[in-house]
Every structure is written in structure tokens, then in C-alpha cells.
């Protein structure tokens, strides 16, 4: 998972230190540091159990009250997850990605636990959902939110609620963008920087979520359903003529909206490549075009029902897939951005997929057992702590070989002439180490 030494765990206690002064009480700064060492180190589960019969089996009723039951704050180390992330990956360039991930589960008493749809698995599954917030700079991820969704059969069954400890501010039926916005809310107010939010379809077709994020002066770029509708860009209001009766009192648009994919059926498409990846460049084919999305107030347009006046102006995306998959997108960047730049936005979504990953099988994410909102939520800000640890290190790993191989540079005689020109890669994704 990561290149260890003897004293990773002396590097861990030192990095923690802010935590711990948050934690307070010495009986959880001892459990914090085990939890987090046991995630960490091997073992094929990374529930409390066998994390204690590993590391400290006199320990496990601790270990355990310490995740499940103990009467502390989470939201201060919380807090400082925020600020160390920020300190790691945040910038201007840094990106938000808003995302969720299904975690299977049996049964019908752990808390959130429900049928429903699970993208990892591409279809209906009996799990629990978190709603993820990711903060990524240049292709290091750093998870800073992860948020249980709590579906309907949970919300309308207040015993089933009290049963699983749910706090009473959670208890009301919550969509996943109204949660995604709160926790983007949680972010900014602790100053966390970042440049963009990307969201993939399941937030980007929420016409809220995305008045959201503008209303919040944020740039976005999120995926959309091909059947999502816009107009063009150059539509106007106009007064409608009435045939008989009173005259109408409200404007309409001289043209109907389209569908997104119909809106770039004629649109020029361009090869348009955005990274490296582990077999070379990565490249589809890409069209752009300035619409004005329909998702102003709801209008009855003639004899054409109601449809949705005109929004804001924004980008309507397409790509076309190697594979031939088509995917579109909406998003407030500037007029003037060029199509790549958009590209290049879009697809950098993807990074809070290995994020998700790695949180699930190198730090045991789905590995919790117990059935409480308190102990779930706790176990995952375990994780992301974990996690935002092994990214210091492989950032100060990376940092040391480039200051080896520009020490090793500067040793060389003045006189020599290199005889290859240096690459102008990413120094990130070059020198980092695999988790």
C-alpha cells in the first residue's frame, strides 16, 4: 500500500498531533492512533475486532467504545481534516468533486440500509450510501466529507430512525444534492480553496443543485442526461400574441427548448486529448457549444404545455467515447475557454473514483460491522484521516526525489550538455508512489 518504515507509526503520531489536541480526553488520544495504525497496517478486515486482536487484543472493548459509543465531537476533527487537506492539495487549481459510493450490506438494521441504486455495481444492491466530497490537486486526492444518505424507507419510519441513533437534525428526508450542498457549505466556511466542483449526471441534472453552486459563486462543470433540455443561446422573451381572450401577461421564448444531445447533433467535433494515462495519451472526440439551460421558472408556451424558461448561460459539453459512449455536460465556465481546457475539467472528475477505491480496499471504508449513524460516520472519518496521512507521505516522498534529482542535476559538470530535452510532466503524477 505505501513504502513503510520502522517508524511510520512515530511519523503517524506526530502528524496526528493536531487531532489528537482536538480529542482531548488521553483515553482517545491512545484510541485514535491505534484505530488509524490498525486501518493503516495489513490484515484483511479493518473492522474493530480484528484490528484489536492485532494490535492490541487487551484493548478491544476501548477500541470499540472509542468508535461506537464514546461521548465525543466529531466535528472538530473534522475540522482539521479540512485544514490539513487544504494544506496538501488546495489551491486554485484544486477541485471539489462531488460524488457518492454504495458500500453492499445484509440485513435491515444497519443504519441507512436499503435497496437502491449502487453505481459500483451497476445496479440495485442492498447497501448504504455516502454522499463524497473529494478535494483534488494535480491527480492527488484528498477525501474531506463522506455524508450517509438516508433513504425514504428510513425517513418516514421515526422508530426504525431512533433505533439507530440517527441525530434529529438528519432525520428529515434529505436528497443527495441538498447533502452535497451543505457539506460544500461546511467547506468554503472553513477556507478551504478550490477552483471548480465537477459532479457527474446523478447531481448535474438537479436544476437546485446547480443554482446552488452558482448562487454560491462557484465554477462548476457537471454531467447531464442527453435528454436534458436547453435552449439556444441567442433566445429571446417575447410577448405572446393572443388569438382570443384576455392578452397574455407573462413573456415566453421565441424558440422551444431542445434536448442536449439533439442541441450538438450538428456541432463541430474535435479529437481532444486532456493526460497521460498508463497507455498514453487519453483523447475522445469533444464539441462545445453557449446554450441557456431550462431551468428558469416552469411557463404554459402555447399549445405546448409547460416548459421551463431560460436560465443561465452556460457550456453544453459532448463527448464521444472511444467505446462509443456518449456523456454531456454543462458548465459555467467563461465564454472564452478553449474546448480542451473544458475537457480537461470535466474528465478530471475521475480521481475521486481511486479515491473511493483505495479508501475501500487498502483502509477497510466497508469493512464497518456496527449499525449506528454515530459509529459509521466515525469509522469514515477514520479513513479519510488515514488516507489524508498516506497522501503527506507520498507528497513528501515525491518531494524528496525531486530534490534529489535536482541536487543529482546540479552535481553534474557545467560543461556537459544534456542530450535529451527534459519532458515537461506533471512532477506529481511522475514521482508519486502507488498507495
Not at 327 to 346: D, E, F, G, H
Not at 402 to 414: D, L, M, T, V
Request: charged share 25%; proline share 6%.
Amino acid at each position: 500500500m505505501v513504502n513503510t518504515t520502522p517508524k511510520w507509526e512515530d511519523e503517524l503520531g506526530r502528524w496526528l498531533k493536531p487531532f489528537l489536541d482536538r480529542l482531548g480526553h488521553k483515553a482517545r488520544r491512545r484510541m485514535c492512533p491505534l484505530y488509524i495504525s490498525g486501518l493503516i497496517g495489513p490484515g484483511d478486515r479493518k473492522s474493530v475486532q480484528p484490528m484489536a486482536a492485532r494490535l492490541a487484543p487487551g484493548d478491544y472493548d476501548q477500541l470499540h467504545h472509542f468508535i461506537a459509543d464514546g461521548v465525543w465531537d466529531a466535528a472538530p476533527l473534522e475540522s482539521e481534516l479540512l485544514v490539513q487537506a487544504d494544506r496538501l492539495v488546495g489551491g486554485s487549481d484544486a477541485v471539489l468533486v462531488i460524488d457518492d459510493t454504495a458500500m453492499p450490506k445484509k440485513g435491515d438494521r444497519s443504519v441507512g440500509v436499503a435497496p437502491q441504486y449502487a453505481s459500483s455495481l451497476g445496479k440495485t444492491a442492498n447497501c448504504q450510501t455516502l454522499v463524497s466530497l473529494t478535494l483534488a490537486r494535480g491527480e492527488v486526492p484528498v477525501m474531506v466529507a463522506l455524508r450517509l444518505f438516508v433513504p425514504e424507507s428510513w425517513t418516514s419510519n421515526p422508530v426504525r430512525l431512533k433505533r439507530a441513533g440517527v441525530p434529529v437534525e438528519h432525520r428529515a428526508a434529505r436528497t443527495k444534492p441538498e447533502i452535497s450542498l451543505a457539506e460544500i457549505d461546511r467547506v468554503i466556511a472553513s477556507g478551504v480553496r478550490f477552483g471548480c466542483v465537477l459532479a457527474d449526471a446523478g447531481y448535474g441534472l438537479s436544476a437546485p443543485f446547480r443554482q446552488g453552486l452558482t448562487t454560491r459563486g462557484l465554477v462548476w462543470a457537471v454531467g447531464i442526461p442527453r435528454h436534458q433540455k436547453v435552449y439556444p443561446v441567442e433566445v429571446k422573451l417575447i410577448w405572446p400574441v393572443a388569438g382570443r381572450g384576455r392578452p397574455r401577461k407573462r413573456h415566453i421564448p421565441d424558440v422551444l427548448s431542445t434536448a442536449a444531445e439533439d442541441m450538438l447533433a450538428n456541432a463541430k467535433w474535435q479529437n481532444v486529448s486532456w493526460r497521460n494515462g498508463t497507455k498514453g495519451r487519453l483523447e475522445a472526440r469533444f464539441a462545445a457549444v453557449r446554450v441557456r439551460t431550462a431551468d428558469g421558472p416552469p411557463q404554459r408556451i402555447k399549445d405546448m404545455g409547460q416548459q421551463h424558461l431560460p436560465g443561465d448561460e452556460a457550456w453544453l459539453i459532448g463527448e464521444h467515447r472511444t467505446s462509443g459512449e456518449k456523456k454531456y455536460y454543462l458548465a459555467n465556465l467563461p465564454a472564452k475557454t478553449k474546448l480542451r481546457m473544458l475537457a480537461a475539467t470535466i474528465k478530471a472528475r475521475w480521481i475521486c473514483e481511486q479515491a473511493h477505491q483505495q479508501l475501500k480496499e487498502e483502509l477497510g471504508l466497508d469493512h464497518f460491522e456496527g449499525r449506528s449513524w454515530q459509529g459509521l460516520h466515525r469509522h469514515a472519518l477514520m479513513t479519510m484521516i488515514a488516507y489524508a496521512f498516506l497522501q503527506h507521505r507520498r507528497l513528501a516522498q515525491a518531494g524528496r526525489k525531486k530534490k534529489n534529482q535536482r541536487s543529482a542535476a546540479s552535481a553534474e559538470p557545467a560543461g556537459r550538455t544534456p542530450s535529451h530535452r527534459r519532458s515537461h510532466r506533471s512532477t506529481t503524477t511522475s514521482a508519486m508512489p502507488v498507495l
